[in-house]
């Protein structure tokens, strides 16, 4: 898509959001000014003027998605890539620059001074649109597999998550980490607020008998999509039976669900990416452990069962000559 034409989507949206057909004075010349606006798109002497600008408004919001080079070198999670993201759309659109490009692009094409509630709106449906193009949404989500899971193994993984905050506050506690007072701290977002509530959680509560910690429903989800991340790399890789541990480890770093969902569990956080990715890598690694077992032993059998079949003897050339 041209940026003529995501421009141009963008001012279209103008005519059909719900909220410009409140009867207000910024209402109406918002939708006045973009029904000007593309039907002087429709002029063959306007096509050099809108391509200058579009282009250049398009530039200025793909910087938005591009953060400094302190926060690529932090190696930040998606929820602080999304807060430099807004934070960068924010300095643009209040910048004098903005303000004073859009009003001489609207002067010089429909002789009109802009209302600033047109022109903020469809640079953010520019931005919104290069969301979609840059973070696709993947068509096999955690929550379409989720359904793969049968309700016994949703109480299961429930249940074994429950282990991790206490395990990890011992492991933490005996370490000499010197943020082990913030990522102790963290661990209290990792459990179930009275809040929330889910079908796994009501299993929960009639299995323990008082000792168990009741993950929340993000940290649940963010074990959800560790498991379903390292079935998918055991069925997909038959050579991960070498170094099995790092190399799960290093999937489930890159899972983009994972990320996604440790996000959330994230987001209350204030100590900085650096504690964030530190405890993710901590989870993972007791996750690995609790679960190690039951994933070696699937590979195993998966491994036993690929040497069986390339040791089958093949049959004699006089019967191979006689079955043909």
């Not at 200025?60 to 807004?86: I, T």
């Not at 290093?250 to 990320?259: G, Q």
């Amino acid at each position: 898509m041209t940026s003529n034409e995501i421009l141009k989507n963008a001012i279209e949206n103008v005519l059909i959001d719900d909220g410009f057909k409140i009867q207000t004075p910024s209402s109406r010349s918002a939708v006045e000014d973009a029904r000007k606006l593309l039907h002087w798109f429709s002029l063959p002497d306007s096509k050099d003027v809108i391509c200058e600008f579009s282009e250049r408004l398009v530039s200025d919001v793909d910087k938005c998605f591009n953060p400094p080079k302190k926060v690529k070198k932090s190696g930040c999670m998606l929820q602080r890539k999304r807060e430099v993201m807004w934070s960068s759309f924010h300095q643009l659109t209040t910048s004098e620059e903005f303000v004073k490009n859009w009003e001489k692009f609207l002067t010089d094409s429909i002789n009109a001074f802009p209302h600033p509630i047109f022109y903020q709106y469809v640079t953010e449906c520019i931005l919104k649109a290069k969301i979609k193009i840059i973070f696709p949404i993947s068509a096999h989500s955690v929550n379409d597999q989720l359904g793969t899971l049968s309700y016994q193994e949703k109480n299961a993984l429930r249940y074994a998550a429950g282990y991790l905050p206490r395990a990890i506050r011992k492991k933490i506690g005996k370490s000499s980490n010197p943020a082990k007072q913030q990522l102790i701290l963290c661990l209290d977002d990792m459990l179930l607020t009275d809040a929330e509530d889910h079908e796994s959680e009501d299993w929960i509560r009639l299995v323990d008998r008082g000792g168990l910690n009741h993950v929340s429903n993000a940290m649940y989800m963010a074990i959800v999509s560790m498991e379903l991340e390292v079935q998918k790399q055991l069925q997909q890789d038959s050579t991960l039976g070498s170094k099995l541990k790092a190399k799960l480890t290093k999937c489930l770093l890159e899972s983009d669900d994972v990320l996604f969902f440790w996000s959330i569990v994230a987001a209350p956080w204030e100590d900085g990416a650096d504690i964030e990715m530190e405890l993710l890598k901590i989870v993972i690694d007791m996750w690995l452990t609790i679960r190690g077992f039951s994933y070696a032993s699937d590979w195993l059998e998966k491994f036993k069962l690929l040497e069986k079949k390339t040791k089958q003897k093949s049959k004699g050339i006089r019967k191979t000559l006689y079955t043909d």
